[in-house]
């Protein structure tokens, strides 16, 4: 909601739809002026801004979207939603890589946010040379995880997981998640791990930086050096 309010240039903020009446997100956003429904999918389709709604971005649960893409998709067949959670019904997209394959799909889903800090670095060497096993390990704070992300860990890595394999082109990927209780809270940090063979090494780093430069370019604000670790 902030980036688009903020940095909007093709998107306009309709409704912030959630569950809780008393959310603070819900409070946050009416304070900003956008209309908000505290009664899920359901609301949402009640409400008169869903006639021009084209775009839902979905960040619930992995079980819940099934749910929700299912009622939507009932009430306006033509909807695009964006999947911001590990469910993966629709292909897997990772702008950096796959962005233009996937432009006229009903639902994407954008893997987990180790996923697309990462998967870019490894599409990147998958170009010049066989992977054959790609790791990533996905270090958060632990106060930005709230109950959607602590309840759905095992579908983060698998989702990350067969992300790896399918975007990034590795033969085989596994992925880490590491909630960081440390005070101050510590800004995200992803690392992958490639194990090196010969032939490979010369350019991966020049690689990774390029694929790097192009994630933060969809992140206004972000240092090429932030997009994925290095």
């Known amino acids: 909601m902030i980036k688009i309010l903020r940095h909007g240039q093709h998107l306009e903020m309709a409704v912030m739809v959630g569950i809780d009446p008393q959310s603070d997100g819900l409070a946050r956003a009416r304070r900003l002026g956008v209309a908000t429904t505290h009664e899920g999918v359901g609301g949402l389709m009640q409400m008169a801004e869903f006639a021009d709604i084209d775009f839902v971005f979905d960040a619930t649960s992995a079980g819940a979207h099934i749910k929700n893409d299912a009622a939507l998709r009932e009430a306006k067949p033509g909807i695009r939603v ?48 066989k992977v054959h096993y790609a790791e990533i ?20 890595t698998e989702t990350t997981s067969q992300a790896i394999e399918k975007v990034g082109g590795a033969g085989k990927g596994k992925a880490i998640i590491v909630l960081n209780p440390a005070e101050p809270p510590l800004m995200m940090r992803d690392t992958r791990l490639r194990p090196e063979r010969a032939g490979v090494a010369g350019g991966d780093c020049r690689l990774d930086r390029r694929n790097g430069g192009g994630s933060a370019g969809l992140r206004p604000g972000l240092p090429a050096e932030a997009a994925g670790a290095v």
Request: with cysteine.
């Open 82 to 129: 964006i999947d911001l959670t590990p469910a993966a019904i629709g292909p897997y997209c990772v702008p950096v890589v796959n962005l233009a394959a996937n432009l006229h799909q009903g639902n994407v889903n954008m893997v987990t946010c180790g996923g697309q800090a990462t998967i870019p670095m490894v599409a990147a060497v998958s170009r010049v040379a």
């Open 137 to 156: 390990v996905a270090s958060i704070a632990s106060q930005s995880a709230g109950p959607g992300t602590r309840a759905n860990i095992d579908e983060f």
